[in-house]
């Protein structure tokens, strides 16, 4: 055997850390050749260990002589069985071993789908990767095709009854189960794509969607692996009307000034499910228009208490002072003005309609006279009308609300969709005379603070190391993971934009080339402010006109520098701007998958270790970073989360210990400790 390309095989051995190997560093195809018997005479076995039979497989796999990659995978797998990420082979030095995924893509080449699918299955319980399931689900849908057992389309089961949904919320959980009696490949939620690495016979669907005010209709579609495909639809109603309830009538019990004796009706355009009267409850089973008469009510020290609720889950409610008795009405001054009714007794039937001495229009109450601010992006805004004559409408941002014939007061709760920043919302009440009365009630909606860009936690992205045997696509790579992390929605991430020659001269600058990936990335970090560093490689390669792209990431804390995940994405296709656009998504779809925005409470407190209520079940893992929340009540606000500070900065507890249900976290500080309570909110960095 000659030993021309020994010298190939150094992998970095002056160096002081872990050194990864890699394949593409053991043999010079431009110098020696590509075909099979140039490889099989120049490429060293040295001792003839796995990974030497490894590498040697995958140059003949590179180039198409699949026979001789599948003899020297099995040679290999005969030293070392088990596919495994950093497999060490001697000293510090580690190779990502795949030998059993590599043998089942040799084997499906050649056409052997079900032996391969047997190995592609063996390496995913071993140790799963994107490409594993990528050539299994190749392997699988060759077997269907050449067996023709799959006749039928994947069945979609919607969760919603009668295949409707009624909600209040902008946007809905759909939930769906897609099966197929082969394998379920591919699914889509509403026009958008999810993420499907590894087909199978079941998929349980929950994924929230955007929705609009009024009727949505959202589309789920499903593709098996033979190529069959099944859609379903679902109808969701956003409900953003609350009932209005309307007085006509109200009179004290004779000999009982605690009892009132009314007459009202509630309204909801979609049906009602309850009305509240005091003590009093009436079912309305779904009815848009539900009217009660001479309903006797205990009225409590501030009013009668009443309240309706419609089938969307909105309510209307208030405490209405309906015996008031005060001052005569006040006329509208000529040329405008605000018009202001005082009720001057019980409210009675109407009056015959025509000509009127009403001079004044209806009489708006409990709307705020301040500015508020909220942090959601919609408003629910109480008020109440009243009027003697009757109210003819009430319009909330040219939006008429319904209203009773007859009515004396009305209350109601509009619903009203926030932009960012100050909103005007105009009530306008006119009564049966045509009298009006304006009222502006402003909000300003801020961003939550828990959701704000301080809140996310800090990335940066180490220039990509490319492996393959194409080279050229790092810099095009690092560009794309970069806009995919920053333009998905919601945001999860705070990124430090860098382009990859901007980060090459700080390497160069601090003199941490010669430094491992995880060393450099914990550097480069450290001068971009970063609190985690995203650090990997690429590797690329063609056959038969085909671009395929193997990338591999990991995430590094740079405070605590421990791991906290991996992820990795393997596409191939002829459009090479496609492979990567699709490695990208799904490097971001994983990493925001091991790093859900999760909402929890401290349960308990030992000195600076929190404990809260949540834990491996929900996706947390240990050296994630939790920031506490207290909720507060600030004027002119309704009670909002608010960070916990502890000498001008937020609290925060890295996560130390998990089960189940709960983990603990230690403070960063634990000076920070007192600041804490049980019952604050966490949540995620």
């Not at 990659?69 to 990502?96: N, P, Q, T, V």
């Not at 690329?540 to 085909?546: A, H, L, V």
């Not at 000498?647 to 804490?676: H, M, N, P, S, W």
Request: aromatic share 6%.
């Amino acid at each position: 055997m000659a030993t021309g390309a020994a010298g190939i095989l150094i992998g970095g051995c002056a160096a002081t850390g872990p050194v990864t190997e890699h394949w593409t560093r053991t043999y010079d195809p431009r110098r020696y050749g590509k075909d099979e018997q140039s490889i099989a005479r120049h490429f060293n076995l040295h001792r003839g260990r796995w990974w030497n039979y490894y590498s040697r497989g995958r140059w003949h796999l590179e180039y198409g002589h699949d026979k001789q990659a599948e003899e020297d995978f099995r040679r290999a797998l005969r030293l070392r069985r088990a596919d495994k990420r950093s497999a060490r082979s001697y000293g510090m030095h580690f190779w990502d071993y795949f030998a059993r995924r590599e043998l089942g893509i040799a084997l499906l080449r050649q056409g052997k789908y079900a032996e391969s699918a047997r190995q592609l299955e063996a390496s995913m319980a071993s140790e799963a990767s994107a490409k594993a399931a990528f050539y299994l689900n190749k392997a699988r849908a060759e077997k269907l095709r050449q067996s023709r057992v799959d006749r039928a389309p994947p069945t979609i089961k919607i969760d919603a009854q009668a295949g409707k949904i009624l909600t209040n919320r902008l946007t809905a959980a759909i939930r769906a189960e897609v099966t197929d009696d082969q394998f379920v490949g591919a699914v889509s939620v509403g026009g958008r794509d999810l993420y499907v690495e590894l087909a199978r016979r079941r998929i349980d669907v929950l994924e929230q969607v955007r929705l609009k005010p009024g009727r949505n209709v959202v589309s789920i579609e499903a593709t098996d692996l033979a190529g069959r495909t099944a859609s379903e639809q679902v109808e969701v109603t956003v409900d953003v009307r609350p009932p209005v309830v309307c007085i006509t009538r109200a009179a004290a019990k004779p000999g009982d000034r605690d009892t009132v004796e009314v007459d009202l009706a509630a309204l909801d355009d979609l049906g009602l499910r309850e009305i509240r009267v005091g003590a009093a409850r009436i079912a309305c089973d779904g009815a848009r228009r539900k009217a009660v008469q001479r309903l006797e009510a205990k009225v409590g020290p501030d009013g009668l208490h009443l309240s309706a609720v419609d089938l969307a889950g909105n309510v209307t409610s208030a405490v209405v002072d309906v015996l008031a008795v005060a001052s005569a009405p006040r006329a509208r001054r000529p040329g405008g003005g605000e018009a202001v009714y005082v009720a001057a007794g019980p409210l009675g039937p109407p009056g015959p309609p025509g000509p009127s001495a009403d001079l004044t229009g209806p009489r708006l109450l409990r709307l705020p006279k301040v500015t508020l601010t909220v942090a959601d992006e919609k408003f629910y805004l109480d008020g109440e009308a009243e009027d003697p004559e009757g109210i003819r409408s009430i319009v909330v941002n040219g939006e008429s609300l319904l209203i009773e014939p007859g009515t004396r007061k009305a209350v109601f709760s509009p619903w009203i969709p926030l932009k960012p920043g100050r909103n005007d919302i105009t009530v306008v009440a006119t009564d049966r005379a045509g009298n009006t009365t304006r009222w502006v009630v402003r909000v300003r909606r801020i961003e939550p603070v828990m959701f704000a860009a301080a809140a996310r936690y800090t990335i940066g992205l180490s220039p990509l190391v490319e492996r393959g045997p194409i080279k050229g696509s790092g810099f095009s790579l690092h560009e794309d993971i970069q806009s995919a992390l920053i333009e998905d929605r919601p945001e999860r991430f705070n990124v430090v934009e860098r382009d990859m020659e901007a980060l090459e001269r700080i390497v160069t600058e601090l003199k941490i080339a010669a430094l491992s990936e995880k060393d450099k990335a914990i550097g480069l970090g450290k001068e971009l402010h970063a609190e985690a560093m995203l650090f990997g490689s690429v590797e690329e390669g063609s056959r038969k006109g085909r671009t395929y792209m193997n990338v591999m990431l990991r995430l590094v804390d740079v405070g605590t520098r421990r791991i906290l995940c991996a992820v990795d994405a393997y596409h191939e296709d002829k459009d090479r701007m496609a492979v990567r656009k699709r490695c990208a998504k799904a490097l971001v779809s994983k990493l925001k998958r091991k790093f859900p925005l999760i909402k929890a409470t401290v349960v308990g407190r030992k000195g600076d270790v929190i404990e809260v209520d949540r834990g491996m079940e929900h996706a947390l893992r240990q050296g994630m970073r939790l920031l506490l929340y207290r909720k507060r009540i600030r004027a002119g606000r309704p009670a909002m989360p608010e960070a916990i500070e502890y000498k001008g900065r937020q609290v925060e507890a890295v996560i130390r210990e998990l089960a189940a249900k709960q983990c603990t976290a230690k403070l960063t500080d634990a000076r920070a400790a007192e600041a804490v309570k049980s019952g604050d909110m966490v949540i995620t960095k």
